[in-house]
């Protein structure tokens, strides 16, 4: 018996990372699950996003766990998209409970020379996104009187840093998206919360092109390089934190049991919490 048996999952950008953790542990824990990503990399975006064999990847891990799983190219910035996956997600297993809304993109320039394309790219993937897919799963979940919704923030939705005015200005319009649509959806027996991670070892940080923004006194940073810069991040002396970690407070957002919590904003994020305002 799984905590969510009977349950059907739907996680944006499901292919890799904390996106792939997610959806392997509902199913693990029993939950059918429905993924997207875009699967394409982006002109204003310094890392290569996930593919086609990453989407695949999780849906076969998902599958070898027993589970059902679709896994569907789409990107979260195109509201057609996401009303069409849900909409084959109620046709094909009859319902979505549960909403992670964590597709998202890191864009870095300093405000005065970043162009209109990474700030659009930054707010379409990181809150219109988010927009859209809780706009797409709300309409079923109020029919049916219950539904779990979790976005993803930031710790840059509760502060700022140089280079991440677009991601910071999109991951603190999460947690406002979030609180109002508690309110909005209050009534019906569905719960919106926000989880705001620190630094998460996924691709987003460890690529050359963060690194060497990171260490720009070096020619080729490496892991161990940049690993004292992502720690002052944090007020814990750790770097970075594993997907499982969010992943654990995402099932716990999302359980049957979690009723009455909502609008809320939950920092995995090493201690950084401790120096800003909640
Ligand atoms: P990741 O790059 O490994 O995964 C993000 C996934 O989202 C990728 O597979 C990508 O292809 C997909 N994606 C991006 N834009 C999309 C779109 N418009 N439509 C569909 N799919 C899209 O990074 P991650 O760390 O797993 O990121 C997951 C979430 O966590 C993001 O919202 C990110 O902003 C947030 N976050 C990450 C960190 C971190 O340090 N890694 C910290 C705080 C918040």
Redesign the pocket.
Known sequence: MGEFDGKVALV??????????HAVAFAEQGADVVI?????D?PA?F?P??TED??AETARLVEATGRRCIAVR?????RDAMDALVARAEADFGRVDIAV??????VAAPVQSMTPGQWDEAI???LT?VFNTVGAVAPGMIERGYGRIVT?????GRAGNTNMAA?AAS?WGVIGLTKSAALDLADHGITVNAI??????????HNDALYSMMRPDLDAPTAEDVAPVFASLHAQPVP?LE?AE?TRAVLFLAAEASAHISGTVLPI?AGNAARVTG
Do not use: E, H
Not at 36 to 40: G, L, V
């Open positions: 944006t950008g499901g292919a890799r990372g904390q996106g792939r953790s997207c990503d875009r699967c394409a982006s975006v890392y996003l996930a990453d989407l789409a990107d979260t910035a195109d809304a964590n597709a998202g993109v890191s379409a993937s990181n996104g993803i923030s930031s710790m840059l991601y991951k705001a991670p620190g630094n998460i070892s996924t691709p987003m940080i970075w997907p969010i994020d």
